[in-house]
Each structure stands twice: as structure tokens, then as C-alpha cells.
């Protein structure tokens, strides 16, 4: 059995500069490296590289990436620093469809709002909206990432665009069988899915062509999803059209994109065993 740390609150966001990303985030308790792994991961576009030769097409030639984790919240976040040349320009500043906001466990978010700042001086992050709902403030920090700390355990909030959110529907249940459940006037959850991913749908949520966008530009974001079928998924990709792969299957991991934006890492029921 592998000894991998895969929890479902594992989220990702595209950056512009590794290492200045994860000084911020050690300043609230995530790890300086991720484990295992001392020195970014760096992949590549040639032939013994498998996922950098996948990845190309949307990420660059060449790219890093690493996760970093919280040891006692247990969450992670997934650093993907993208070739410049593979950089696309973001002139937006609300999350885009299939964007996340992140939430981010802390013990005293004000305090923890005022180290990400203090270890970041040449960015300036919006003024925190307090949001009694979170138990946390909301704000925009480097890279336009929009995330909110809270005290309560971690989460992502997933965008969508209303007109196309029965197509993102169709795609979470008949495609990777996951029940979705209103629980609010155009609030949506991920049911049993071991953790908490909501679906917030608005008329005003951008929505990006896939195809062109690739989620290559920055604070675009990806999330987790653990104990899938990787074989069902494969065959309901054929059977419906709906999404495919970015990196296809392989011993037990792959990571695909659906129809409206979202870019999800998989991991198989029966990974490790």
C-alpha cells in the first residue's frame, strides 16, 4: 500500500513565481517542500518525460510544479508554476468558470491575512471582506488568487456560468457519478465525495473555451477527487462527449478537464492497492 498522503482537500492554482508562493503560504503553517519531493518537480517536453510530453500542449515546454501541505489540517496546495511562453494573459479579476476560491484552515485569520501580506510586501492584497458565514475574510492575494480563511476545515467553492451549468451537471453525474444537490438558491454540493466542494453558479461567471484557455493563465485553479473509477470514467468520456483527459491513466491516476472549465486531479479507487 502507498505511503502517499491523498486527502480530498488538495487544491491547486497556477502561479507566476514557485518559490515566492510557498514563502507566502509556510507564513500560515504549510510545509516549506512538499514530501518526498525537496526541490520543485520540473517536467519536460521530451520523450522520456512522459506528463511533460502530455502536458505541452497547454503548460510549455518546460514547467514546475509542487504541492506543499498544512501537517495538521492535512490540506494541500498544488503549485504550478507554467512556462512564461505558455502564460496567457488573465484581464479579469473575479474567478472564471471552473475557477475556485479556496478556503484555508487557520486558527486566526485576520493574523494570518496580516503574515501572508507581511511575507508578500511587492504585491498588495485587497482590503479582507469579513464573511460570518466562513467564520473567515475573503480577499485576493498574489497571482489574483481569491481565497478565504476560516476556521473551519478546508473547502473550494467551484464557479460556474448559469447558462452552461446543466451541461456541468450532466458531466459530474453521468460522467463521474457524483451526485450533485442543491442546497441553496444556485448553490450546489458534491455529495460523498469525502470532503466539501460546493458549486456556486451565477449569470455573471466568465466562461472560458477550454480548448483555448487550458487553465495556463494566472490563479486559474484545479481540485481533487480520490476514490474515483478510472475505467467508468474512461468509457462515459466516449459514451458522452462530455470532458477528457490532460494526463491519461496511469497506475491509477489521471487528470482530466470537463466540459465547462473544471480541471480535476483523479486517483482510482483502487490506487495503491
Given at each position: 500500500m502507498t505511503s502517499l498522503l491523498l486527502p480530498q482537500t488538495h487544491h491547486g492554482i497556477s502561479c507566476t513565481d514557485i518559490e515566492q508562493t510557498k514563502r507566502v503560504l509556510r507564513s500560515i503553517g504549510f510545509t516549506d517542500h512538499q514530501p518526498g519531493?525537496?526541490?520543485?518537480?520540473?517536467?519536460?517536453?521530451?520523450?522520456?518525460?512522459?506528463?511533460?510530453?502530455?502536458?505541452?500542449?497547454?503548460?510549455?515546454?518546460?514547467?514546475?510544479?509542487?504541492y506543499v501541505e498544512n501537517?495538521?489540517?492535512?490540506?494541500?496546495?498544488?503549485l504550478i508554476e507554467i512556462s512564461p511562453e505558455a502564460m496567457l494573459q488573465r484581464d479579469w479579476e473575479d474567478p472564471a468558470q471552473g475557477d475556485l476560491i479556496i478556503g484555508i484552515q487557520v486558527e486566526d485569520p485576520q493574523a494570518a491575512y496580516q503574515s501572508m501580506q507581511d511575507s508578500d510586501p511587492?504585491?498588495?492584497?485587497?482590503?479582507?471582506?469579513?464573511?460570518?458565514?466562513?467564520?473567515?475574510?475573503?480577499?485576493?492575494?498574489?497571482?489574483?488568487?481569491?481565497?478565504?480563511?476560516?476556521t473551519r476545515e478546508p473547502f473550494a467553492l467551484v464557479h460556474?456560468?448559469?447558462?452552461?451549468?446543466?451541461?456541468?451537471?450532466?458531466?459530474?453525474?453521468?460522467?463521474?457519478?457524483?451526485?450533485?444537490?442543491?442546497?441553496?438558491?444556485?448553490?450546489?454540493?458534491?455529495?460523498?465525495?469525502?470532503?466539501?466542494v460546493e458549486l456556486i453558479v451565477s449569470e455573471q461567471t466568465?466562461?472560458?473555451?477550454?480548448?483555448?484557455?487550458?487553465?495556463?493563465?494566472?490563479?486559474?485553479?484545479?481540485?481533487r477527487l480520490?476514490?474515483?473509477?478510472?475505467?467508468?470514467?474512461?468509457?462515459?468520456?466516449?459514451e458522452t462527449g462530455l470532458g477528457g483527459y490532460i494526463i491519461p491513466p496511469a497506475g491509477g491516476f489521471a487528470f482530466l478537464y470537463g466540459p465547462t472549465g473544471e480541471t480535476i486531479e483523479t486517483f482510482d479507487a483502487q490506487f495503491g492497492d
Open positions: 519531493a525537496p526541490e520543485p518537480l520540473t517536467f519536460r517536453n521530451k520523450h522520456d518525460d512522459y506528463i511533460g510530453q502530455v502536458t505541452a500542449g497547454v503548460l510549455g515546454d518546460i514547467y514546475h510544479t509542487h501537517p495538521i489540517t492535512q490540506q494541500q496546495i498544488d511587492e504585491v498588495r492584497y485587497t482590503p479582507p471582506e469579513a464573511l460570518a458565514s466562513e467564520d473567515g475574510i475573503l480577499f485576493d492575494w498574489r497571482d489574483g488568487q481569491r481565497s478565504i480563511l476560516t460556474y456560468n448559469k447558462q452552461t451549468f446543466p451541461t456541468t451537471k450532466r458531466f459530474f453525474e453521468e460522467v463521474l457519478a457524483i451526485p450533485v444537490e442543491q442546497i441553496d438558491q444556485d448553490r450546489y454540493q458534491l455529495a460523498g465525495i469525502g470532503g466539501r466568465r466562461a472560458l473555451d477550454f480548448a483555448i484557455w487550458g487553465k495556463h493563465y494566472p490563479g486559474a485553479n484545479h481540485f480520490i476514490q474515483q473509477d478510472i475505467e467508468r470514467i474512461t468509457r462515459r468520456f466516449d
